[in-house]
């Protein structure tokens, strides 16, 4: 199984910037597309950023030109500038690994979140 740990949340005044990550243990065949969610309160949890094994990145449109996602083997991160209220949200890791024996099987994988309050 893997387990993911995200960590770099916190309380910033608007503005400013926070660098959020998420490492991955366990044991896996591989990984493939890294994804950083968020969920505000009282709203659904929505896609922000993504990274394919390749390195292809994929913004939302509110985060794009804020937002810079980046990965090595086995953690993705999530450089966020420009904070403001509107980020507050707990934000997500997800990890699509494929795990088990022989070939494996693909299976998403999601961290417990970390909390980001942008308030002055």
């Known amino acids: 199984q893997v387990q993911l740990r995200e960590s770099g949340g916190g309380r910033v005044q608007p503005g400013e910037s926070l660098r959020l990550s998420c490492a991955a243990s366990?044991?896996?065949?591989?990984?493939?597309?890294m994804r950083w969610y968020r969920q505000a309160p009282g709203k659904e949890r929505e896609q922000v950023a993504a990274?394919?094994?390749?390195?292809v990145t994929a913004y939302t449109g509110s985060v794009e030109d804020r937002f810079t996602i980046s990965r090595d083997n086995a953690a993705v991160y999530l450089q966020m500038n420009s904070l403001n209220a509107e980020d507050t949200a707990i934000y997500y890791c997800?990890?699509?690994?494929?795990?088990?024996?022989?070939?494996?099987?693909?299976?998403?994988?999601w961290g417990l979140g970390t909390q980001v309050t942008v308030s002055s």
């Open positions: 366990g044991s896996w065949i591989s990984i493939g597309d």
């Open positions: 997800n990890m699509r690994c494929r795990t088990g024996k022989g070939w494996g099987v693909w299976s998403n994988f």
């Open positions: 990274i394919a094994a390749d390195g």
